[in-house]
């Protein structure tokens, strides 16, 4: 656990205001990284470049003032295995903060920070990877994206792809997806014990983290059935790892793996949280709520799924069925009339998205 303190200003050196069309969403301008925070909606976001992953979140209130939550020491690492191809172990990352590009969404609204990995095992196997962790606009939810496409002119296996997520301290399993007291009851101590076998049991697909001083989160892993339905591999106190097993990718074809993590800003701001430890009703609340919300990931789509452009292989992605449209008769027409049929005509609604403000300093790590 770091040191907790509440910092009485956020220091700007920018803010970015973004104007989209409600109807074609285009991609806002996407820029370096200069490896600052970076302040949008209710948190104040630090992500790692080295391995890539959300380091951690502040809080940020009304008036501005931000209070340290230690949720993370890192969510949503990703490793890739396949060691035919030469792909041992291999965690992604990104060389430097430059090399990696953030953008505030047009369009969505999204906070998105993409990573194209620096491995060269990748390049020598000829595939290449891009990880994306992307914040969605209400600032809730935060999306873990790998895409990994064969380059190559021949079928591919990945042996597996693991995805860890630590939390900043131990506490305690507050909850879990399919919850049955003859499984495993809850609140359940992280205290070391491994509680992946109880969770696969259960085919719990989401679990819910709750500390006496932390913001309370959850980890989201994927539906079940799909084609390549994600376990947990392993608990240790507050680390939290699942595994996706392994896929095929064809030749010339991409292959992507999607995880989420969220948590409950507004509870805790109405709150007035304060990282010490004195109010624990409060995270019961926040932790709850937490829970309350895991129905939203019960399949892949909407919002959730916004710039995922190949097959995802941990999830069950139901396709949208087109509502059958009645016969109409047809109008009787003169011998030389033409019958016309004009599409839909969509309105431009602009949106105005902001709140992606950088903070000019990085985060002294205690």
Known sequence: MKRS???????????????????????AYAAPWDGNDI????????VENYDFAMDDVYLVFPD?????????????????????????????????????DVEVEAGTGDLVFTCIAANAAFAVADVSVVSEIRVLAGGEVVRFLTTITNNSDADIEIDSVQVETDFGSSGDLWNYGNQS????????????????????????????????DDAPGGII??????????????????????EVPAFSIPAGESRAVVSFVNWDPQSLIDGDYNNDGDDQELLDLSADAV???????????????SGIDAPVVNWVIVPVEEEEEEEAEEPELADTGVAEVTGLVFGAMVLLVGGAVLTARRRVRA
């Open 5 to 27: 303190f509440r910092t009485t200003a956020i220091g700007a050196c920018g803010a970015a205001v973004l104007v989209a069309s409600a109807v074609a969403v285009t991609p």
């Open 39 to 46: 302040v949008f909606g209710p948190g104040d976001w630090d």
């Open 64 to 100: 501005t003032s931000t209070e340290y939550t230690d949720i993370w020491d890192g969510a949503g690492q990703t490793t890739i295995f396949a060691p035919s191809l030469g792909i041992n172990d291999e965690t992604v990352f990104c060389e430097n903060d430059f090399d990696v």
């Open 181 to 212: 007291d003859a499984i495993l009851p809850v609140p359940a101590e992280e205290d070391g014990t491994d509680y992946s076998t109880q969770l696969n049991e259960a085919e719990a697909k989401w679990i819910v983290h709750r500390e006496e």
């Open 221 to 242: 892993i994927g539906t079940s059935d799909s084609t390549a339905t994600a376990q947990w591999l392993q608990t240790d106190g507050d680390t939290y790892s699942f």
């Open 291 to 305: 829970v309350s919300s895991m129905s939203t990931f019960d399949s892949l789509d909407g919002l959730l799924a």
